[in-house]
T-cell receptor, first 112, second 117 residues
Framework: AQSVTQPDIHITVSEGASLELRCNYSYGATPYLFWYVQSPGQGLQLLLKYFSGDTLVQGIKGFEAEFKRSQSSFNLRKPSVHWSDAAEYFCAVGAGGQNFVFGPGTRLSVLP | GAVVSQHPSRVICKSGTSVKIECRSLDFQATTMFWYRQFPKQSLMLMATSNEGSKATYEQGVEKDKFLINHASLTLSTLTVTSAHPEDSSFYIC?????????????FGAGTRLSVL
């Protein structure tokens, strides 16, 4: 069965610092992997996705993520965090035609 | 990018009434739409998968007579919470997958906050 874990429930970083949010998945085949961001009271916005090919994918808002098959990970990174990045971040896995499985989410707080 | 509109964004109703939530794909056709429920500080819980022109597929534990889903066109799906009670208060989010897309990208609406008094 598919599953997604996000080990960090809450992360706090200072504005301008680098960020890495962890995501590990369990899936029987090559997964499609996604990162979404949710601001309070809002829906989810797609940050980036991985289907195949280059394992380092670039997304919107300066985010990137790296797919590491050997570690079953798809960690999200940003070199310099902005205050507006404070939000909830969800990692999801889902191959073609299948439903998504979301991780529990990581809440990011940004200190001024 | 693809836009999904969800309406209303917030609704307050009395216990026993029914509430309808609309989910529209504005610039693409969606053969499949999804309805999720999200409790405070928790992840999204898939309630049902809605396919255009056919009956929705409900996840285990979700009452299909309580949460009526209609997907009458390629751009519109509705979720009706029938005889709502306070325990139905939650944040409901829809998403849509583009027709013919093998990439399984879901685009999300902004969500509906339901408060049942």
């Amino acid at each position: 069965a598919q599953s997604v874990t996000q080990p960090d429930i809450h992360i706090t970083v200072s504005e301008g610092a680098s960020l890495e949010l962890r995501c590990n998945y369990s899936y029987g085949a090559t997964p499609y992997l996604f990162w979404y961001v949710q601001s309070p009271g809002q829906g989810l916005q797609l940050l980036l996705k991985y289907f195949s090919g280059d394992t380092l994918v670039q997304g919107i808002k300066g985010f990137e993520a790296e797919f590491k098959r050997s570690q079953s990970s798809f960690n999200l990174r940003k070199p310099s965090v902005h205050w507006s990045d404070a939000a909830e971040y969800f990692c999801a896995v889902g191959a073609g035609g299948q439903n998504f499985v979301f991780g529990p989410g990581t809440r990011l707080s940004v200190l001024p | 990018g693809a836009v999904v509109s969800q309406h209303p964004s917030r609704v307050i109703c009395k216990s026993g009434t029914s509430v309808k939530i609309e989910c529209r794909s504005l610039d693409f056709q969606a053969t499949t739409m999804f309805w999720y429920r999200q409790f405070p500080k928790q992840s999204l819980m898939l309630m049902a998968t809605s396919n255009e022109g056919s009956k929705a597929t409900y996840e285990q534990g979700v009452e299909k007579d309580k949460f009526l889903i209609n997907h009458a066109s390629l751009t519109l799906s509705t979720l009706t919470v029938t005889s709502a009670h306070p325990e139905d208060s939650s944040f409901y989010i829809c998403s849509a997958r583009e027709a013919g897309s093998a990439k399984n990208i879901q685009y999300f609406g902004a969500g509906t906050r339901l408060s049942v008094l």
